[in-house]
């Protein structure tokens, strides 16, 4: 990997080193693998189900993408999911402030992931 990209990603918080590890240092993995973000839709379901009220399907949808980013070491996201599953797992939908953070998160993730 080159050696800028991997700072840049390494300043946005990805832990690069680490899923290097989990991927057998094998780089075109971990690019197919990282840029499966861009496809998954639990962000979006988080979304809806939070805006339906529904609290099971959030904690669904967050509880996946938690586990998720946290095996592609995108570690901003995955650090602001934990709060996010914990209180939805209790039941509690007050997530709005963390869901404000996590929408600009993710564009920031989805446009460094898309120029990969």
Not at 12 to 28: H, I, P, Q, S, Y
Not at 37 to 56: H, I, P, R, V
Not at 62 to 73: C, E
């Amino acid at each position: 990997m080159d050696a800028n990209v991997k700072a840049m990603l390494e300043q946005k918080g990805f832990d690069v080193d680490g899923t290097m590890r989990r991927f057998l240092n094998n780089e075109a993995l971990y690019t197919k693998c990282i840029k499966k973000f861009l496809q998954d839709t639990s962000y979006e379901q988080l979304k809806a189900a939070y805006q339906a009220g529904n609290c099971e399907d959030a904690f669904k949808a967050a509880h996946t993408m938690k586990g998720f980013v946290s095996n592609l070491g995108i570690n901003e996201i995955y650090k602001l999911l934990i709060p996010m599953v914990e209180k939805l797992r209790a039941q509690n939908m007050d997530i709005g402030s963390e869901l404000e953070q996590l929408d600009t998160l993710y564009e920031e993730t989805r446009k460094i992931i898309e120029g990969l």
